[in-house]
Nanobody, 117 residues
Framework: QVQLVESGGDLVQAGGSLRLSCAAS????????MGWYRQAPGKQRELVAT??????ANYADSAKGRFTISRDTKNTVYLRMNSLRPEDTAVYYC????????????WGQGTQVTVSS
């Protein structure tokens, strides 16, 4: 079992920055990927960025150039978000999966990011 604890969501003005954090715990000493997804009201959950335990990162087009995903050696993943826009407003969810079992995905509880214009 994997547990995910997210933090960092807040209300910020357009053009501002935030850093989200997600700490994973449990039996996770295998190749894995952690990522951030977001869901705005009335919309489907969408990918923001992912990063593997080998530090291979992948970004959605909407995140490229503005957001940076990283992770430390203690299985905490960060999402640095710069130049925030009102359309970035959403609940941001952390997820985790083992690369050997990609269909088994763990989700955090979500953290609200609100960007005011």
């Amino acid at each position: 079992q994997v547990q995910l604890v997210e933090s960092g969501g807040d209300l910020v003005q357009a053009g501002g920055s935030l850093r989200l954090s997600c700490a994973a715990s449990g039996s996770i000493d295998r190749l894995n990927a952690m990522g951030w997804y977001r869901q705005a009201p009335g919309k489907q959950r969408e990918l923001v960025a992912t990063i593997t335990s080998l530090r291979d990162a992948n970004y959605a087009d909407s995140a490229k150039g503005r957001f940076t995903i990283s992770r430390d050696t203690k299985n905490t993943v960060y999402l640095r978000m710069n130049s925030l826009r009102p359309e970035d407003t959403a609940v941001y969810y952390c997820n985790f999966k083992f690369l050997a079992v990609p269909s088994n995905v763990y989700w955090g509880q979500g953290t609200q990011v609100t960007v005011s214009s």
